[in-house]
Every structure is written in C-alpha cells, then in structure tokens.
C-alpha cells in the first residue's frame, strides 16, 4: 500500500507521508527540520531579568495569605 501523498503547507511541495516521519505532518522533510540555534530562550536571556523572573516566582510560591 504506497503512503499518501501530501502538498506541504510551506514550500507547497509534494511528499510521501511516511510513518516515521519525523515532524509535521502538513509539512515535508526539509520544512520540518528543527532550526539550528545557539542557546535556548532561557539561555539568551540577561542575567539580571533571570534573576528579576526567579525572584517574582519565588515571592509568588512562598508569600503567606492573609
């Protein structure tokens, strides 16, 4: 039985939809490759707004209702 065949919802290219596809299933195999990036989200941020986020959780966790 062949795969379907679908149109990629990116570069409008055709494509066999394969079960181990890895991906999206609207988009073909060189569309759905995870970018190349340096560091993540968290990874890029100021270490002062770091510390800004970890100390507004940390009031948010640990304040007494009163």
């Not at 039985?1 to 919802?9: L, Q, R, S």
């Not at 890895?22 to 510390?51: I, K």
């Not at 970890?54 to 009163?66: G, I, N, P, Q, T």
């Amino acid at each position: 039985m062949p795969f379907p065949v679908k149109t990629c919802a990116i570069c409008s290219e055709e494509f066999e939809l394969k079960p181990d596809k890895p991906g999206f299933a609207n988009r073909c195999p060189s569309c759905s490759e995870p970018e190349e990036t340096d560091a993540s989200p968290r990874e890029r941020l100021d270490p002062e707004v770091n510390e800004a986020r970890r100390r507004a959780m940390r009031e948010l966790l640990y304040r007494k209702d009163s």
